[in-house]
């Protein structure tokens, strides 16, 4: 049921997730997660049931169930569908999830991606476009308290990314403080 | 809400730089976390669309973000047009969908409560009202006048000085702003605390609950 083949190219955290080879699926490909075996499902197959392991797995294919990859990385590519509760060290969505999603490292949701449910991971990364419902539980560790996150994002933080000029927004300063009584 | 108009903070020297484009200077945004520093983990409320900018920011703070898109819910119809007062509260409480436990710290509202009439209004605050607590702190636009114009715009959090302001991809729904006196007198669960008033005529809103 699953391909397994070695990925051999780094791949950066935003970038797609990869996509599996429906016709040569044994082969080495670039699409594989960054490091180790990959196990992959294919966009015409269909799993129901609980999916465990200790490889990275790339789902292009349909799950139903539950996927636990405690230490590995999970990738659903565009195709992929999941209805199920995703455990992984790092999750990566560009296809749809319905289920609760929990990482230990990190979890991205690119444009492409549609999730619905609950995410605990310590980041969160979400790409424009992206599709997401439910809510994100995120604790970054040590860094993890208003006061630093707070002091973080003053001038000289980076801030995120506004990919989307709005020509009437408003370019100046407010010019009044009012305060209620 | 009586209003007192007072200088913006210091002359000349204390007039922030020109944001970049599709962005907007927040005094309150600041005021909205740095009150909640001592709150632990924080519980956060946003009623709109999960924007990359919002959860990056979020991202670098220990928070757990409920992202309920009560807009898509209006563009959708999903709010029964001739249901009562308590049918629309049990609605917006199913929406919300909260576990049990749930207290929330901050709440994003954005400009939503202009596109509910005062019944829903008012259904949508009894419904938030038992997730509150009181410290918990509220973000809404409100406007100076009923005749100020809402454009068809999202808004997130680029950090702690800046929100993010998009235009929909969406149509624009029918939005009556709400003068900053009926909106306190309709969003019973808030009151206001401080306001900042933008040159497009929206009032930028500091809430803090009324539990």
């Given at each position: 049921m699953f391909d397994k083949h070695k990925g051999n190219k780094p791949q950066n955290d935003s970038a797609p997730p990869p996509v599996a080879s429906h016709s040569a699926p044994a082969t080495p490909t670039p699409?594989?997660?960054?490091?180790g075996k990959a196990a992959v499902i294919g966009p015409g197959i269909i799993v129901k049931g609980d999916i465990s392991g200790t490889d990275n797995l790339v789902i292009e294919g349909k799950v139903t169930g539950s996927v636990k990859l405690a230490s590995h990385e999970v990738s659903v590519g565009p195709s992929g569908e999941v209805n199920a509760d995703v455990a992984a060290r790092l999750i990566r969505i560009a296809g749809k999830v319905h289920g609760d999603i929990e990482a230990d490292e990190r979890v991205v949701i690119s444009k492409t991606g549609n999730v619905r449910g609950n995410i605990t991971a310590p980041r969160v990364m979400l790409e424009d476009g992206a599709i997401f419902k439910g809510s994100i539980d995120m604790d970054p560790g040590d860094a993890a308290v208003v006061k630093s996150a707070v002091a973080q994002s003053r001038p000289a933080a980076k801030p995120a990314p506004v990919p989307e000029a709005v020509s009437d927004t408003s370019d100046k300063a407010p010019d009044l403080s009012l305060k209620s009584g | 809400m009586n209003l007192a108009v007072s200088d913006q903070a210091g002359g000349p020297a204390a007039v922030p730089a020109k944001p970049e484009p599709g962005r907007q200077a927040s005094q309150l945004l600041s005021a909205l976390f740095r009150r909640q520093e001592n709150a632990g983990k924080l519980t956060i409320l946003d009623v709109g669309r999960a924007l990359p900018e919002t959860v990056t920011f979020c991202s670098a703070i220990s928070c757990r973000i409920h992202v309920v898109d009560l807009f898509e819910v209006l563009r959708g119809g999903g709010l029964d047009p001739e249901g009562s007062g308590k049918t629309l509260q049990r609605q917006f409480q199913e929406l919300l969908g909260f576990a049990s436990g749930t207290r929330l710290d901050i709440c994003l509202l954005w400009d939503f409560p202009h596109y509910l009439d005062e019944k829903q209004l008012r259904a949508f605050s009894g419904a938030l009202f038992p997730w509150l607590q009181p410290h918990t702190l509220g973000h809404v636009f409100g406007v100076h006048s009923g005749a100020t114009q809402l454009l068809n715009r999202e808004y997130g959090i680029v950090d702690e000085r800046h929100l993010s302001v998009r235009t929909r991809t969406t149509p624009p729904m029918k939005c009556k702003p709400h003068p900053q006196s009926f909106m306190g007198e309709w969003l019973t669960c808030f009151r206001n605390v401080r306001g900042v008033l933008l040159p497009d005529g929206k009032i930028e809103t500091l809430l803090q609950a009324t539990v």
């Open positions: 699409s594989a997660p960054a490091a | -």
